[in-house]
């Protein structure tokens, strides 16, 4: 790609071009990348590769460190590597212990993390307090030099731009929470989005786990309601709206439990934080899944019995998404990932006697790596996409 005419559209769409396959090869890294290293990858020049890097560092994009590891053939060279004091994301998540605002750097590196109690689940009063938390965190972010580019608000529904068409546990229907989001932090010049908390989560696993994460999975998420990312080859799986992963709303049970949604049976109404703790309060300053993991060890039968329900149920509707996916590794995240140690043997049980293949290739579920926090730094997490679509457009802009 580093040949070129006269035409001067053509020679910017070029450079735009060199700029992005650079920065995603620098992305996909897990060791700092030389120059020379960059070219054979590339198969750009290296006089290019030279003004490209120094384009990615003049705008913060990318940092020289050091050297490359030990080990590699010829001389130690100058290492690259992400930027810690570049562009940053700010995610905001509605979860079942409140909400929470998140700081992540190119990196992948969280920089700053608050919560606050969900004491009002109507829209406004969520997007207001949001907000502050917003400004709060932008200001910590400038503090440590690092630039704010965008806020991704985490919902536990679907979502149609920033439309949340449904939240039961929260009783939103068709609120635009992207254009309450805008009202309140219009002024931080943000980029902003709304998403799926369980497709989120999903995403900051696999950011995460970057260079060793598996290529297909399902994330389910637990908390408000029952969510799943699933991701295959490497991609989400979205549906023709955006709307998949309503794994809350599968069937286990066509003649069960009424659930807010309308329908019934849903595997919100066995498995969800709230058909765990069956009514019961939670005490001050102790979060549901806290209580719940106490009640367990302490051995209350009512809470084991609950516990089991869940988990089976769970095992039930996962079941149906990996014999229709063919997808052999699940992980536990939210409030999920907390109960995890009362919640994977049950679910294992029915993925061995449903799952077809589970016969010949063994299924795993573990514990998500990020718990409670993935949908939060998943939303953050997604500047690196904002970045990575157009590295020209950002250092456009600082210029």
């Known amino acids: 790609m580093s040949g070129g005419g ?6 910017e769409r070029l450079r735009a071009l060199n700029l992005e396959l650079v920065f995603r090869r620098l992305l996909a890294a897990s060791d700092p990348v030389s120059r020379t290293e960059l070219a054979a990858a590339t198969g750009l020049t290296r006089p290019t590769i030279t003004r490209i890097v120094e384009e990615l560092i003049a705008g913060r994009l990318v940092t020289e460190t050091g050297t490359t590891p030990a080990g590699r053939a010829g001389r130690p060279r100058m290492g690259l590597r992400l930027s810690r004091s570049g562009p940053a994301g700010l995610g905001l998540d509605i979860r079942t212990d409140g909400l929470a605002a998140c700081v992540v750097d190119l990196t992948g590196t969280v920089r700053h993390l608050a919560f606050a109690p969900l004491d009002d689940p109507e829209a406004p009063a969520v997007l207001d307090r949001l907000g502050r938390m917003a400004v709060e965190a932008v200001e910590a972010a400038t503090a440590e030099g690092l630039t704010v580019v965008t806020a991704t608000l985490a919902v536990p529904g679907p979502t149609d731009g920033g439309i949340v068409r449904t939240a039961p546990a929260l009783g ?123 009640w367990a060890d302490e051995g209350r039968p009512q809470t084991l019995a609950a516990l089991d329900t869940a988990a089976h149920a769970l095992g039930v509707a996962l079941a149906n998404v990996l014999n229709l996916f063919d997808i052999d590794t699940v992980l536990l995240g939210g409030s999920f990932a907390v109960l995890s140690s009362w919640l994977l043997a049950g679910v294992e049980t029915e993925l061995r006697q449903r799952v077809l293949s589970a016969a010949w290739a063994p299924i795993a579920v573990h514990p998500a790596t990020l718990g409670p926090d993935a949908a939060a730094i998943g939303a953050a997490a997604t500047v690196v996409d904002h970045i990575a679509a157009d590295p020209a457009a950002w250092l456009a802009a600082q210029r």
């Open 172 to 294: 939103w229907r068709s609120v635009d929470a992207g254009a309450l989001l805008r009202e309140r932090i219009g002024g931080l010049g943000l980029v902003c989005a709304v998403d799926n908390e369980a497709n989120l989560a999903a995403r900051g696993e696999r950011h995460a786990a970057a260079s060793g994460a598996p290529d297909d999975f399902v994330y389910v998420s637990g908390g408000l309601d029952i969510g799943a990312g699933i991701v295959l080859g490497g991609r989400p799986m979205r549906g023709s709206h955006g709307w998949g992963g309503e794994l809350g709303h599968v069937t286990v049970d066509p003649d069960g439990k009424p659930c807010r949604c309308g329908a019934r049976g849903c595997l919100q109404t066995y498995a969800s934080l709230a058909a765990i703790l069956g009514g019961e309060g939670v005490e001050a300053g102790t979060t549901p899944d806290a209580a719940v993991l106490a």
């Open 6 to 11: 006269g035409d001067p559209a053509r020679q």
